[in-house]
């Protein structure tokens, strides 16, 4: 009976945060400017004698989960649309 009880409030709660909705669209400007000053200052670096691969490497590490995360709110807001 109790494991029951327990099982059904998990299923509940579980299908509650289901509905609500990721918090990365919050957070959508920040990664937005994030991704623009980082690429913006990839591609003044890459054309001074200070550009190396190493720098490079480092650019590509910052600017990629902010590249995943800036497509991921692009698809939640079209399917939000949707």
Same mark, same amino acid.
């Given at each position: 009976?109790?494991? &029951?009880?327990?099982?059904?409030? *998990? +299923? ?6 289901? !509905? ?12 937005? +400017?994030?991704?623009? /000053?980082?690429? &913006? ?5 890459? *054309? /001074? ?12 590490? *910052?600017?990629?989960?902010?590249? $995943?995360? $800036?497509?991921?709110? !692009?698809?939640?807001? !079209? *399917?939000?649309?949707?």
């Amino acid at each position: 009976m109790l494991l &029951s009880i327990i099982s059904s409030s *998990a +299923i509940s709660s579980s299908a509650i945060s289901m !509905v609500t909705s990721p918090g990365l669209p919050q957070y959508g400007s920040a990664i937005v +400017i994030g991704l623009i /000053s980082l690429l &913006s200052l990839k591609e003044i670096l890459s *054309a /001074s004698e200070h550009w190396s691969k190493s720098l490079d490497s480092s650019f590509n590490m *910052a600017v990629l989960p902010l590249l $995943f995360s $800036f497509g991921a709110i !692009v698809v939640f807001e !079209v *399917a939000k649309v949707i």
